[in-house]
């Protein structure tokens, strides 16, 4: 599979995608103002203790105090709370766990106000960001991962990823890992350490470590609400969590960003920093790459499948609902049978690549079209399991009933990507009432003029739909061509599928977006 990463850096953050053979597999968004992430480190201060829900609420900067269970503060919650204590009171504390005296683990089955009490402070990690109206999920049992290896503190057991199956490989990392590893530091070893060098694991163990010692001095200084640890940004996660050697290009369009990419990459896989390039075109990243032709039509409610049929995706408060359907395909005669079951194998691979695309959590239902044979069920269970393999978050999948359901929980951890497919129209805001758009043309290049003439603008890039873009463009003397002889001024159009028809946007030579107010525009019902 040729598998290539595309990143988009703008003002607002930062967009990614993966594609498996052109075609978008995974997609993420990192905000430039986003406080929480999962994988954060803070020193929180518990708010209030509820013994009903055996669970504490706890003040980490977040305007909604986060969650923490009972169950979540993990085995050596004493020693850790002992050692946060240690930490916030004495001077001469030191990050070293080598002198940390292990506790005995906490009853599996206590009570939350027999180890917090209102006003304690605790060191949290972010299990879950904030969704909607609630605040973070916190949990106790801190890990540190690494590219290679996952470092866990308060514990000295280390254990091999159950992917690496030979023997000997395994009893060489364990081995290792206990020669090299930090005292009191458990170590969880990745499937990717395998036939590593030494030498590349302990580089990894040293930077994970250097990564405790910044936040230890932090912890030090005892300030609640203060992030200790912060979990490296979203591009980086993502190469250090799939970056292997299938992959064939890392494209970036910002030449900073590119850069850092490339140290990063080089950093975790040294020799593949060569497929990272910086991309300059005209045309923007996405629009390059198809991607955002791709998101319109996949993050819709309707969503097609290959060989026809499509996907009807609803989201209630409680649960998603996907309905199967067979479209235009043939579904009477003896073919019924073969029909239903290859829509509904396909319609399987659709929706785990929707799962990931979207990052859809918790309980999903799938209504199948319905299928007589047991053994056909039987190959869609089997199809969605395979599929969902790829993923990365953890999942759950039970057979199909004999309704033709399937359900499906998926680890939630962070908000599910939403993309509006329908388009507002820019000039009516959803009213229903637009100027005509036989006048498109003449508003562009009155805009055009206005920019020229009063504004004294040299040069002009203007963002139209593909449409527009053609009626400009295309032949050899174009409507394009003609603007720029009678205006002697450099006009270049671009076209961003991501406008409507009906919209368009005019940057200057730095490429910043040129800001229109209708009256700029002669706007003809203000004129």
Not at 64 to 90: E, I, M, N, W
Not at 204 to 230: H, S
Not at 339 to 346: C, D, G, M, Q, S
Not at 470 to 475: C, E, R
Request: charged share 30%; aromatic share 8%; net charge positive.
């Amino acid at each position: 599979m040729n598998n290539e990463l595309i990143i988009n850096a703008n003002r607002d953050g930062t967009r990614i995608a993966l594609l498996g053979d052109k075609k978008l597999v995974e997609y993420h968004r990192e905000e430039k103002d986003k406080q929480f992430n999962v994988g954060d480190i803070y020193l929180g201060i518990v708010r209030k203790v509820v013994p009903g829900l055996n669970a504490a609420f706890v003040d980490v900067g977040h305007e909604k105090d986060a969650f923490l269970h009972y169950h979540d503060l993990g085995p050596k919650f004493s020693t850790l709370d002992s050692f946060v204590h240690y930490s916030t009171t004495r001077k001469h504390a030191s990050s070293n766990l080598g002198k940390v005296k292990i506790k005995p683990d906490i009853n599996k089955f206590g009570k939350i106000n027999e180890v917090l009490k209102k006003g304690q402070k605790i060191m949290v990690q972010i299990a879950k960001e904030p969704i909607s109206t609630k605040g973070p999920r916190l949990t106790c049992e801190l890990s540190f991962p690494g590219r290679n290896v996952v470092l866990v503190p308060f514990s000295n057991a280390v254990s091999v990823s159950r992917k690496i199956q030979n023997r000997d490989e395994r009893k060489r990392l364990m081995r290792l890992m206990e020669s090299i590893k930090p005292e009191n530091f458990g170590v969880i070893v990745r499937t990717v350490a395998e036939d590593k060098e030494v030498a590349e694991l302990d580089s990894d163990l040293r930077n994970i470590v250097d990564n405790w010692k910044k936040g230890f001095e932090l912890l030090k200084q005892g300030k609640p609400a203060t992030k200790l640890i912060g979990e490296v940004d979203r591009t980086s996660v993502l190469l250090r969590d799939v970056l292997n050697d299938s992959f064939d290009s890392i494209v970036v369009d910002d030449e900073a960003l590119t850069k850092e990419v490339k140290n990063f990459v080089k950093m975790i896989s040294p020799g593949l920093e060569k497929i990272v390039r910086h991309y300059n075109g005209k045309v923007k990243i996405f629009e390059r790459f198809g991607i955002e032709k791709q998101l319109k039509a996949l993050f819709g409610r309707s969503v097609g499948i290959q060989g026809g049929g499509y996907l009807i995706i609803e989201h209630t408060e409680a649960l998603h609902v996907v309905d199967v359907n067979s479209g235009n395909k043939a579904t009477s005669g003896d073919n019924q049978e073969e029909t239903a079951l290859k829509v509904n194998i396909e319609a399987a691979k659709e929706l785990a690549r929707q799962l990931r695309l979207r990052d859809m959590g918790g309980i999903i239902v799938v209504d199948f079209i319905d299928m007589k044979r047991s053994e056909n069920r039987k190959k869609v269970f089997m199809t969605m399991k395979n599929e969902l393999k790829k993923d990365k978050t953890k999942s759950t999948v039970l057979p199909l009933s004999k309704f033709g359901l399937m359900q499906i929980t998926r680890q939630r951890v962070r908000p599910e990507h939403n993309i509006s497919t329908r388009e507002v129209c820019p000039t009516c805001g959803g009213t229903g009432k637009i100027q005509p758009t036989i006048t498109l043309t003449d508003q562009i290049e009155e805009r055009i003029q206005y920019l020229f003439m009063n504004l004294n603008e040299r040069y002009l890039g203007i963002a139209v739909h593909p449409f527009v873009f053609a009626y400009y463009t295309k032949g050899f003397f174009s409507k394009a061509y003609h603007l720029k002889r009678a205006l002697k001024r450099k006009i270049e159009f671009i076209q961003d599928s991501s406008l409507s028809l009906v919209d368009y946007k005019f940057f200057n030579r730095d490429g910043e977006e040129i800001e229109l107010d209708s009256k700029n525009g002669k706007d003809p019902e203000n004129d």
